[in-house]
């Protein structure tokens, strides 16, 4: 058997990169996740991934005294340069030379003689070359890179030669996904972009004496032509960086420093494909998402578990065992449902000997012409580096049964792995040892986390800085220098629930000294959370009450949308029991706020109707006297919408349209509403990107409310069904509710409604940080990094506090700018404030 389909159960932060991966690797797989939730599949089936991860006109002209004619095109150093900037000809040029190289070596290239190696190398440096030249100026379209990559697939195709059809026998062309495969390199586009960034760092660095530098910071002085301006080659390098992380719009200052610039344009060579570009690249070829489990299951040949296993809070083990009642609800599903052989996997993180439960349930279930196998296949991934982390994996780790059939079913996983994983790095154990290395591997990285926290509380209380005892530490080769970055504790859905399940399991096993050895971890964990929760109380004069204090960043680090057991939880929950008010801002957060409202597509429309609305309840709720000037003010808008608690106007329309819909689709083919909805139009359509028409409104709108079938004309004729849509339309709260929800959970506050009055979200760091008393820093985005701290600090309250939680700021800046500075694992001078509170933690 070879594994041909391959079923995933749960499209969570695991799932989701996993499969999107696999089937990117594996184009003869067909991978199908599925999940429970149906807002889930829809999310991963949208655009908006539920998981984010982490590019001159008429008359002639006259320079000093010379005039030069106007001509539409001219040729400079062989290249055809055009008068409106349009490198489109160019590259038709430049890919017919190359073509032209291409078949006075199409021998060579498919010659059996020559290895395929060779044969790449003929084609990076006789081909590539001839169609790179001048590449350095060009301004790609998507159509230009397409027309680029299907040359080089081309090349591609001649040099790795046909395939053999593995279901009909027949030779057959490789597949694009095939070829990416096969060739490790970076393709042309990476080529392009990479000497374009480093062309663009010559020019920037060039000074204002020479004409290319004129050119690229000149702008035009005639009004621009009516119409979206069409894209600059400023804009394709701004776009290159952005892939990166840069978004800086100052890019010309940055390429004056040589060496940071030259790490981007190595960075743009090496840069991987993001969750998204995965997803869009496999979903409908061979990547499904989908909520019919059952389905998956009956198909699958291979089946992965993926779904949560939290800690349990009910019962025995409560606050420390894994609870395995998802994992339970899988297994059963499987027993069910399943026809055949399978191989079903485990990939959540579950305690040792979980795989025995597993079998115990599918046994007894057991079906006449049914059987399993049952594999544990841990995963080792990172939230916000997943795609990386599973194309680079250091180890594949498979356990199974020390069975023919235990050991068949592992050669049959590893043969997936081997589409892009060496052989050498896919180790195969016994399953017990493979379900304990994952738990074991967490517990030793969360460990060194709390070794050097443990250690920046000695250096407070001594000087001693802690990142220069880290960087001595881990300049030792047995040690290493990873995760050994000082926090304010780690946090993440995964560390403390896995240790505490390791706890659990040896306090089973009646190991109560090494329980309590792995235990000194979360306690240490919980330590430094509160130790720096207390910091900032006690440098606020020990009261916080009625004060108001920023948190900068709530997830619990940097690239990714997840707030699972946030440290910043913790800080929040403290500072909110101690009566501050909070104003909370992060990044990413905020993205998917923004992301959320471009589902509707008319959002000029929606932007006019708001601010009409705004308008009105800005009248209707009068003015406010500022806490910080005592001025009176207009209210924001955030605060209008806190103060008028019916939905908002946009939720309005959209509950009325749906409403109409239903009414339309129940209509019958005898009214001409609903010919107009049915029908076709039968003209070809014009060429460009069509417009939005209303029932694309209105899939969207079911979208947002968890309904992604595309069949909804049938669904209007359950009219109960359909008013639960309308009414979920009108209710949808478009503010983010995560940072909310985690703050009035019922573990975390028993009083919901005062947390709710005591927190604002903000989307803009400047607002969130204005009229504060502290800011304080949980998690370290790179764009904490590069604020305006200077506008921050007129317009704080004074004296102005950071506390810095991720030891990422320029502290010696902040200082001189006036702030007061507390960070972790080191004592920072504090000229302005000399006076001490007998505290160990103060400087
Ligand atoms: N988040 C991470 O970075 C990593 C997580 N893990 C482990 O992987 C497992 C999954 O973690 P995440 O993906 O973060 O969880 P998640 O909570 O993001 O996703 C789990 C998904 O499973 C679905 N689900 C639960 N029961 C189901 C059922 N019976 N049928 C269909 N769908 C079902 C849920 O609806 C949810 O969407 C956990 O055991 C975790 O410890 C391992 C490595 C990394
Ligand atoms: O089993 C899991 O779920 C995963 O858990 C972690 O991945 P993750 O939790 O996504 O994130 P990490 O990068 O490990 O960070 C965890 C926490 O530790 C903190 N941290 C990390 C490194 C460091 O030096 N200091 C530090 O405080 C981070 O800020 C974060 O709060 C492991 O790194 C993955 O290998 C593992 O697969």
Redesign the pocket.
């Known amino acids: 058997m070879v594994i041909k389909k391959i079923c995933c159960?749960?499209?969570?932060?695991?799932?989701g990169p996993t499969c999107s991966v696999m089937a990117l690797k594996c184009p003869d797989i067909t991978v199908t996740v599925?999940?429970?939730?149906k807002e889930?599949i829809a999310q991963w089936n949208s655009d908006k991934l539920p998981i984010y991860e982490n590019i001159v006109r008429n008359g002639n002209i006259k320079i000093g005294n010379l005039s030069f004619e106007e001509v539409e095109k001219f040729k400079y150093l062989g290249a055809t340069v055009t008068n409106i900037n349009d490198t489109r000809e160019e590259i038709k040029h430049r890919i017919n030379m190359g073509n032209a190289c291409y078949y006075s070596v199409e021998k060579l290239l498919s010659s059996s003689l020559l290895s395929k190696n060779l044969k790449v190398r003929i084609y990076k440096t006789v081909i590539l070359p001839i169609v790179l030249y001048g590449c350095e100026t060009w301004t790609l379209t998507l159509r230009e890179e397409h027309r680029l990559r299907v040359f080089e697939n081309k090349v591609h195709r001649k040099i790795f030669g046909a395939k053999r059809d593995e279901v009909t026998g027949e030779w057959r062309k490789l597949h694009n996904a095939e070829l990416h495969s096969l060739c490790s390199s970076p393709d042309i586009i990476r080529n392009i972009k990479s000497r374009r960034l480093r062309w663009a760092g010559h020019v920037a660095r060039m000074g204002e004496s020479r004409n290319a530098y004129g050119v690229l910071v000149g702008r035009p002085e005639r009004k621009r032509p009516l119409g979206r301006p069409r894209r600059r080659w400023e804009d394709n390098i701004k776009m290159d960086l952005r892939e990166m992380g840069y978004d800086d719009r100052d890019w010309i200052n940055l390429a004056h420093d040589r060496d940071q610039w030259l790490a981007y344009v190595r960075a743009e060579m090496n840069l991987r494909p993001g969750l998204d570009e995965v997803v869009r690249e496999c979903r409908g070829r061979n990547l499904f998402f989908s909520t019919d489990?059952e389905t998956a299951i009956k198909e699958a040949d291979l089946i992965f578990i993926?779904?949560?296993?939290p800690t349990k809070t009910f019962g025995n083990g409560k606050g420390r065992a894994a609870d395995l009642k998802?994992v339970d609800?899988?297994a059963r599903?499987i027993a069910e449902v399943a026809t055949g052989d399978k191989i079903v996997v485990e990939?959540?993180?579950v305690p040792v000997r979980a795989a025995e439960s597993i079998l115990n349930i599918l046994r007894a279930n057991n079906k006449p012409g049914v059987s399993y196998q049952i594999l544990s296949n841990p995963?080792?991934?990172?939230?916000g580096t997943a795609i990386d982390d599973l194309l680079k994996a250091d180890r594949v780790l498979i356990g199974g049964e020390d069975t023919p059939e235990g050991q068949a079913a592992i050669e049959k996983l590893c043969w997936v792995y081997e589409h892009w994983i060496s052989r050498s790095n896919i180790i195969t154990t016994n399953t017990w040892s493979s379900e304990l290395s994952k738990l074991a591997a967490n517990a030793f990285l969360a460990q060194r986390i709390s070794s050097i926290n443990s250690l920046s509380a000695v250096c407070e209380a001594t000087g001693a800085d802690i990142s220069e005892v880290a960087r001595a530490v881990g300049l030792d080769s047995r040690i290493g220098s990873k995760f050994l970055q000082a926090s304010v504790g780690f946090g993440g859905?995964?560390f403390q629930?896995?240790i505490l399940n390791l706890v659990y399991i040896c306090e089973c096993l009646n190991l109560p000294e090494v329980a309590a050895y792995w235990q000194q971890v979360i306690d240490m964990n919980e330590y430094q959370k509160s130790r720096f929760s207390a910091k900032v109380i006690e440098s606020l004069f020990n009261t916080v009450s009625d004060k108001q204090i920023t948190i900068l960043g709530f997830a619990f680090k940097k690239d990714t949308g997840d707030t699972r057991e946030s440290p910043a939880i913790h800080v929040a929950t403290t500072l909110l029991d101690e009566g501050a008010k909070l104003h909370i801002y992060d990044p990413k957060l905020q993205a998917y706020r923004n992301l959320n409202s471009c589902w509707t597509v008319t959002l000029r429309e929606e932007h006019r109707l708001r601010v009409f609305e705004n308008k009105v309840l800005r009248k209707i709720f009068g003015a406010k006297r500022d806490e910080v000037t005592g001025e009176w003010r207009k209210l924001h808008n955030t605060e209008l919408h806190a103060l008028y608690s019916s939905p908002d106007i946009i939720r309005n329309i959209k509950s009325r349209r749906l409403r109409w819909a239903g009414y339309v689709a129940r209509m019958g083919e005898s009214r001409n509403a609903y010919r107009v909805l049915v029908g076709r139009p039968e003209g070809k359509r014009p060429v460009r990107r069509p417009s939005h028409r209303w029932e694309d409104n209105i899939k969207m709108d079911l979208r947002e409310v968890g309904y992604d079938d595309r069949e909804w004309i049938n669904l209007a004729q359950d009219r109960d069904q359909w008013r639960a849509y309308m009414r979920a339309a009108m209710n949808l709260r478009v503010e983010p509710s995560q940072i909310v929800d985690d703050l009035t959970h019922p573990n975390v506050t028993e009083e919901p409604e005062k947390v709710k009055s005591s927190i604002t979200i903000h989307s803009d760091p400047y607002t969130a940080t204005m009229g504060t008393h502290a800011i304080v820093l949980c998690t370290e985005w790179d764009e904490f990094m590069k604020l305006d701290y200077e506008r921050i600090y007129k317009d704080m309250m004074k004296p102005a506090y950071i506390f810095d939680g991720r030891k990422i700021l320029d502290h010696d800046r902040l200082i001189k700018i006036g702030f007061q500075v507390q960070t972790i694992g080191k004592r920072l001078a504090r000229p302005l404030l000399t006076r001490a509170w007998g505290s160990p933690h103060q400087a």
């Open positions: 159960i749960g499209a969570g932060y695991v799932g599925v999940d429970k939730s889930r489990i993926s779904v949560n296993t998802y609800g899988a599903m990939k959540s993180t995963e080792f991934l990172a939230e859905s995964c629930k896995d």
